[in-house]
């Protein structure tokens, strides 16, 4: 006879199923099993059958009678050829059911996961996976499966379950120590993405997916590994799996199967270490270690630069991956090596900073970049686009290394050290950095690529073409040049704008200013280069917000829904359950009352992408909430907010643009409209006797500028480095 436990509850003699009762008293043989030759007190089986609240008055009753039914059956049972028949017996203070262990599948699992486990530790590789196997075998599916499925949830189903994947892990250091990595990497893939926590299994598929050549794919597996303890937990992998890492990208010669190394070896501690005399990681120029993140720039300014404890966030950033590749590393010598490497890191670190990212990882010859940590601007995807441009053609000769980058946008959970110059961001994790290493796997040497996301931001200001046969990656080829026109000098105006954002900055006064050209004057060019001026001054930075789209196709103003969109970091497709995730995170910073914060989220929701529209007559209350939000969001940080083509814009927008400087109380706060001449046509009085309020109005130069013969051009990497604001 034997009783089944890994898998539905199944009771067989001579071969053949034994009927069982109700739940009941399936569910009291199973409790019991997993304690056989145990006494198990009455009320704890009461407990198991139900839950607390939920036992009748007649669950004592109902016991006993599953009980008598259970001896009922074990007595019509056929004696087993070998040991004592079962025996469901009393005791004090409740039931004790006698089985031989080799009777239940459990036990005898368990059996053979010891011996197997003593052979491993022994060095006998083929007999540990001989007897692990076996074990497993007996699995059916999942530990009684018909009670779990029928709502028991015991703490020792799951402790089983564990039992069983640590068996599996062992048995895949078995056959990984026997060669058989080519053979493992399937169930190895699927216990992985069952269990994303689990980093042994993660460093077992990592070594096999090594030793088959995949070592791309085995990195990839450390950063989703990463990403999910992040996430989940909020912790970094353990030293085993990170030494693990560091073996891949230095090619350990102990990785491979010829060396005999033992895999991992199980013990108390997850992924220890490979051998504790290990040669430490070769060092760069500065005496860093290879592959070792930049160290943070320390706070200045002294109580006032007191770093305070990370927080986690998620936020909308642009990323930038590079590897930067070196033909002639294999012969160098070990010190070229480190010295080579650690200059091409100086000049990523130095490119990227230039436009505005931040160098968060540096490992071996790949480097992660970002942009938008610090806070996201409008122009962080072509920043990043930028940035990458300009590094392949630093690195693009015949003798020197070559790059090859992938520029990806999205959502990224970055962990951040706020302090008193700004916040410190430590590390990233997300699907966006997972997508981009994926990525650069497939590019080619110096080539940049983009994801379907980075191009829609970028529009209209990066050359790009389809990456091969890839669905919605793009390789983007250069940049928009901005042909010099009748609005190129704009230095003048260009001052006017500067002077009124450090008005409103310095004594926090609002301010409306409207730019009229006619089409082609450099109304855009002119928005351009008052972005740039701000990015090139950090200590007077302003957060920049663009709106391009005066309405929609129902004649709605979108405007100010571009703008929100825009402030809480929203991204196209974004479900309608993360838009107001967003705007609550977004909101939840503002220096209001939670009365306020409230209402402001219930009047603005509407305006958001994925929500429904609000009817017309509701628009002018919307309005004047979304005005009095920018006013409490500029008592954070100074705000510049850009408004495209406001000729276009219905009267609702335009009574509210001509209130909103009076109406904004005391905030850094300056919008900037841009409007064609038929704005006056439409408004004669236009901001005509408001306090707050400005007109530029450009026009033509009275004659185009002269075309010399010989033109003096700025090199290719300074055309490329100026950053991009508006």
């Not at 069952?194 to 090594?210: D, N, V």
């Not at 430490?280 to 006032?304: C, F, V, Y």
Request: glycine share 10%.
């Amino acid at each position: 006879m034997q009783f089944g436990l890994l898998g539905p509850l199944e009771v067989t003699a001579d071969g053949e199923p034994v009927a069982l009762g109700g739940t009941k008293q399936r569910a009291t043989l199973g409790y019991l099993l997993l304690r056989t030759n145990r006494v198990v007190a009455a009320s704890e089986l009461v407990q198991a059958l139900w839950d607390s609240d939920d036992a009748p008055v007649t669950a004592r009753k109902i016991l006993h009678n599953a009980v008598w039914g259970l001896r009922s059956m074990l007595a019509s049972l056929p004696e087993p050829p070998t040991g004592s028949p079962p025996a469901l017996v009393t005791r004090t203070p409740g039931y004790v059911l006698r089985v031989e262990p080799d009777h239940v599948d459990l036990s005898i699992f368990q059996r053979r996961v010891s011996e197997g486990r003593a052979a491993l530790a022994a060095d006998a590789p083929e007999t540990a996976a001989r007897l692990l196997r076996e074990g497993l075998e007996l699995w059916r599916g999942p530990v009684l499966a018909d009670l779990a499925e029928s709502g028991f949830s015991w703490p020792e189903i799951e402790a089983t379950r564990r039992t069983r994947l640590d068996a599996l892990e062992d048995f895949f250091d078995a056959e990984l120590a026997c060669g058989r990595h080519h053979s493992v990497i399937g169930d190895l893939t699927t216990l992985v993405d069952t269990e994303p926590l689990r980093e042994r299994a993660c460093g077992q598929l990592m070594i096999a997916l090594y030793r088959c050549g995949r070592q791309a794919d085995a990195l990839n597996v450390y950063d989703r590994a990463r990403s999910a303890l992040v996430e989940n937990l909020g912790l970094e992998p353990g030293r085993g799996l990170r030494m693990l890492q560091r073996s891949i990208l230095t090619h350990d010669a102990a990785l491979s199967q010829e060396m005999g190394w033992p895999v991992i070896r199980r013990s108390s501690v997850t992924l220890a270490p490979p051998a504790p005399e290990a040669p430490r990681p070769p060092a760069d120029h500065t005496g860093r270690p290879l592959g070792a993140a930049r160290p943070p720039a320390a706070p200045t300014g002294g109580q006032n630069g007191t770093v305070g404890t990370t927080v986690t966030q998620r936020i909308a950033v642009s990323a930038v991956l590079m590897n930067v590749c070196h033909d002639d590393l294999d012969e160098a010598h070990p010190g070229e090596i480190g010295t080579t490497v650690g200059s091409a890191e100086d000049v990523v670190g130095q490119i990227v900073e230039r436009f505005g990212g931040t160098v968060m990882a540096s490992i071996g010859s790949v480097s992660l970049a970002l942009f938008g940590a610090h806070g996201p601007r409008h122009d962080d995807p072509e920043r990043a686009v930028r940035a990458a441009l300009t590094l392949r053609n630093r690195f693009t000769s015949d003798q020197g290394p070559s790059l090859r980058a992938v520029v990806t946008t999205g959502q990224a959970l970055v962990r951040l050290r706020p302090g008193a110059q700004g916040v410190a961001p430590l590390s990233a994790v997300g699907s966006v950095l997972d997508d981009g290493r994926t990525l650069l796997a497939r590019v080619p040497d110096g080539e940049v690529w983009m994801s379907g996301a980075t191009r829609r931001a970028t529009g209209t200001s990066v050359v790009s073409r389809p990456a091969g046969d890839l669905p919605d990656t793009w390789q983007a080829v250069d940049l928009v040049r901005q042909e010099a026109g009748p609005g190129a000098d704009r230095a003048y105006e260009l001052g006017v704008l500067n002077g009124l954002l450090d008005w409103a900055r310095n004594r926090s006064v609002p301010h409306l200013v409207t730019v009229l050209g006619a089409p082609g004057v450099g109304k855009t060019h002119l928005l351009r280069e008052f972005g740039q001026s701000i990015a090139r001054q950090p200590e007077t930075a302003a957060r920049i917000l663009v709106a391009r789209e005066p309405t929609g196709p129902d004649g709605t103003p979108t405007m100010p829904g571009q703008i929100l969109a825009e402030y809480c970091g929203l991204l196209p497709g974004d479900p309608a359950r993360v838009v107001r995730e967003k705007l609550t995170s977004a909101l939840w910073r503002l220096p209001v009352t939670e009365e306020c914060r409230t209402r402001l989220r219930r009047t603005l929701l509407p305006l958001l992408p994925g929500t429904v529209a609000p009817p017309p007559d509701r628009m002018p209350e919307i309005l004047a909430t979304w005005s009095e939000f920018l006013a409490f969001a500029s008592a954070l940080e100074p705000l510049v907010v850009v408004l495209d083509d406001v000729h276009r814009s219905d009267d609702a927008l335009l009574d509210r643009l001509e209130q909103l400087a009076d109406g904004a109380g005391t905030a850094p706060l300056i919008v900037v409209a841009t409007a064609r001449p038929e704005l006056l046509e439409r408004r004669p009085g236009w901001g005509g006797g408001r306090r707050r309020v400005s007109t530029l109005t450009l026009l033509p130069p009275a004659s185009p500028p002269p075309a010399p013969a010989a033109v003096a051009v700025a090199t290719r990497e300074e055309a490329l480095a100026s950053p991009v604001g508006v």
